[in-house]
């Protein structure tokens, strides 16, 4: 397995003054980093590849969708808005070698219908990522979809209905994730929900139930790093943590208090529990 720490708790845009913060995770020991990719240039994002490559950081990423651009809509100027924009940030996950793209990939964040998911809101978001995952799969790239929890969402809401919803996509370069943070909230057993979706996992979060450091709140991580043992999964694990550093974020991660003392104690004290864990 290869461990990654999420940049999001620092920034939604890496730039030349996270640097100094690049060469300090690899020098603790982080195999790669998870970029955000919302906005930038092709140049940027090459220029980034160099230097993961000349640290020797591997690196997967992440997004979101909005209201704007959302796969699910009954609209088809919006879908393809979707489409265009996942074809865009793929074309950026390239120019920096990024392995998976993750996120709630299927809709859009915060957004509600009132109502359950339709089964005409699964079929046209299925013929959405189909397309981008012909994409994916040219650029390299693995998709993989995050379930949220129902506060967040309403789409995707469990490990059942995400694995269902990539079996109906039934594409080579689309996958699910499992994040501890939303399992915890959602599923009746957090070990055996896993355990079910090990066809299509293909991106794991490691992220506490406060969002504050791995291992130090009640998310069930024995349960967990003994299932991914048993799974044999070896794909990324990779420490999501949010903090008030970015008011934005903060607001759309409803993280009103700090969680920890610094963000080099996240770091550096989830690496060491991590790989306790998997010890």
Not at 60 to 71: D, I, L
Not at 184 to 197: F, G, M, N, R, T
Not at 217 to 229: C, Y
Request: proline share 4%; with cysteine; aromatic share 8%.
């Amino acid at each position: 397995m290869k461990i990654g720490m999420n940049l999001l708790l620092w920034t939604a845009k890496v730039t030349e003054a996270h640097d100094p913060l690049l060469a300090d995770l690899k020098k603790t020991g982080y195999d790669g980093v998870e970029i955000p990719v919302f906005e930038g240039t092709s140049a940027e994002y090459t220029t980034l590849g160099t230097k993961l490559r000349d640290l020797g950081l591997g690196s997967t990423a992440v997004t979101v969708m909005s209201p704007e651009a959302s796969p699910i809509s009954s609209d088809a100027k919006i879908r393809q808005a979707a489409v265009d924009r996942l074809k865009w940030v793929l074309d950026r996950c390239a120019e920096f070698n990024a392995e998976v793209l993750c996120g709630p990939l299927h809709s859009p964040l915060g957004v509600f219908s009132g109502t359950a998911p339709t089964r005409d809101e699964r079929l046209r978001g299925i013929e959405t990522l189909r397309e981008v995952a012909d994409h994916a799969a040219a650029a390299k790239v693995t998709l993989a979809i995050e379930y949220l929890n129902r506060f967040e969402n309403y789409f995707l809401t469990t490990a059942a209905d995400t694995a269902r919803w990539v079996s109906e996509i039934n594409h080579p370069a689309c996958g699910m994730l499992w994040d501890t943070f939303h399992a915890h909230i959602e599923e009746k057993d957090s070990a055996a929900a896993l355990e079910s979706v090990r066809a299509r996992l293909v991106h794991v979060h490691l992220s506490e139930n406060d969002r504050g450091t791995p291992g130090t709140g009640q998310v069930q991580w024995a349960g967990t790093f003994a299932t991914l043992k048993k799974i044999h999964y070896d794909r990324w694990l990779v420490i999501e943590a949010f903090g008030r550093a970015l008011p934005d974020l903060a607001a759309a991660t409803r993280v009103w208090r700090d969680l920890f003392s610094k963000p080099k104690d996240v770091y550096t004290q989830g690496l060491d529990f991590i790989r306790r864990g998997l010890r």
